[in-house]
């Protein structure tokens, strides 16, 4: 596979914070291995860990070898760098189930299974780490770093200056001494040269160069990414119910969708570089066309197709559209019986709610008690009727009139009912 220039391509999508001098003459050379830790406390990774993962993606489509670390001894201990406090430690069983499912995230992105000479590898730095003894560590690693040098890393630093109040473990002092061997590791074993990371790594990062070149005497090279931030401050990655998860059954299709969908005109012009493999060319035309018509939001629905596409499938992506369009745009009953159980709550999140027994719903329940005295959705009866003479009310998105039965044949996943009065005013039915 012919290469082409790596960090050229990340520096058009403004994706370089930091790089070692060097670094793009090394990669352009021949095909070199690099590496990227993942942290596995979680079972599944968050967008947050999308900007790393593009990292490896776009080597790999540059022609080089990902390699893809799963922290599990680092994961152990806990990184210090932006950290107020010390983590929860997880045994490994929960590690080896987290890097399980941290590898099939990775898949969608990497490929571990084409043969090719660059094919993506996944490894755990537990494998190696569990071998030493704490004297050998000490002895064989630990001799080669001054505490001098550890102590003037930022990480350190920011835990020691007081603005903790738990101070700084001798576990999390210890933490850019494991990673950087593992760079010392991978690079006797796998011939890697790079390593990589977002900005906040660059202190541990140059610990594994540094312990390179006094270890073996190599030259290593870093690079690191920004941290991606939103236009109003607030931090990427986060929505109101917490981290936006790649899995599935964490952060539904729909909402991830929405996520991406929801970017501001500024961060959409940012993210649809970072986290799409779209070439320049369409991304320029996509942001001159977005420009001449803001409102007609191209770069958000581009870079939300794209993305949930990748991390999904094209069929998921497909679903949080007509999904979208059942809660903003016109729809009928079938469309919202298409709904799972779960993207139907996550569309109709924060809609108030009222139990009805599935007997009830048997024998039916006349539309005007079904708006008043059943749910308490409209004040009262008479309120009810004249909303009913208005043309206002609709069960699951159909008009409906007085004469109306409510009835377990329209329930929803056999579970809900949607009332709606006008455009924006919804309750739900829950059979129980």
Known sequence: MKLKNFVEELQWRGMIHDVMPDTEAHLMETMRSAYVGFDPTADSLHIGNLVPIMLLSFYQRCGHKPVAL????TGMIGDPSMKNSERNLLDEVTLRHNQECVKNQLSQFLNFSSGAENQAVLVNNYDWIKEFSFLDFIRNVGKHITVNYMMAKDSVKTRLSGESADGLSFTEFTYQLIQGYDFVHLNRNLNCTLQMGGSDQWGNITTGTELLRRMDGTKGYALTCPLITKSDGSKFGKSEGGNVWLDAS??????????????????????????????KETIDDLIIAHREAPHMRLLQK???????????????????????EILFGNSTSEDL????????????????????????????????????????????????????????????????????????????????????????????????
Do not use: M
């Open 302 to 324: 581009r870079l939300a197709q794209e993305v949930t596409t990748t991390v999904h499938s094209a069929e998921e992506f497909e679903k949080a559209v007509k999904a979208s």
């Open 250 to 279: 964490k952060t539904s299709p729909y909402k991830f969708y929405q996520y991406w969908l929801n970017s501001t005109d500024e961060d959409a012009e940012k993210y649809i570089k970072i986290f799409t493999f779209l070439d």
């Open 70 to 73: 799963v922290g599990g001894a």
């Open 337 to 432: 019986k298409t709904l799972d159980e779960k993207t139907f709550l996550d569309v109709f999140e924060g809609v108030p709610q009222a139990e009805i027994s599935k007997e009830e719903l048997k024998s039916g329940i006349d539309i005007i008690g079904a708006l008043s005295e059943k749910t308490g959705f409209l004040k009262s009866n008479s309120e009810a009727r004249r909303a009913l003479k208005e043309n206002s009310i609709s069960v699951n998105k159909e008009k409906v009139q007085e004469n109306f039965t409510v009835s377990e044949s329209d329930l929803i996943n056999g579970q809900f009912v949607l009332l709606q009065r006008g455009k924006k005013n919804y309750f739900i039915i829950k059979a129980v």
